[in-house]
């Protein structure tokens, strides 16, 4: 059974910076594209960061220059750095998994079960 993993999550002050992981186990294929979404209270969730199986990587608009996606696939795992943090970026985060055969048929997409990042003003 594949399981996501979020941690780093918790309560900062405006300026500060958190780092989030997800570790994922349980995993038969192979992990394609990563991503990290939030989910305010009473908003739709959205998509903060995207990391693809290269490399690549597409921001949150209100997120660019301030949260880094990054990966380690050795560990199957994803991080994000958030500096500067706003309260506007108060929510639960979570982490998004896609896994892939060898073929390239998508396999499944996996959830962590989230995070809270809590900002101050």
């Known amino acids: 059974q594949v399981q996501l993993a979020e941690s780093g999550g918790g309560l900062v002050q405006a300026g500060g910076s958190l780092r989030l992981s997800c570790v994922t186990s349980?995993?038969?294929?192979?992990?394609?594209?990563m991503g990290w979404y939030r989910q305010a209270p009473g908003k739709q969730r959205e998509e903060v960061a995207h990391i693809t199986a290269g490399g690549g990587t597409n921001y949150l608009d209100s997120v660019k220059g301030r949260f880094t996606i990054s990966r380690d696939d050795a560990e199957n795992t994803a991080f994000l750095q958030m500096n500067s943090l706003k309260p506007e970026d108060t929510a639960i985060y979570y982490c998004?998994?896609?896994?892939?055969?060898?073929?390239?048929?998508?396999?499944?997409?996996?959830w962590g079960q989230g995070t809270q990042v809590t900002v101050s003003s």
């Open positions: 998004y998994a896609a896994e892939y055969s060898a073929a390239g048929l998508l396999r499944g997409e996996h």
């Open positions: 349980g995993i038969i294929f192979r992990i394609n594209d």
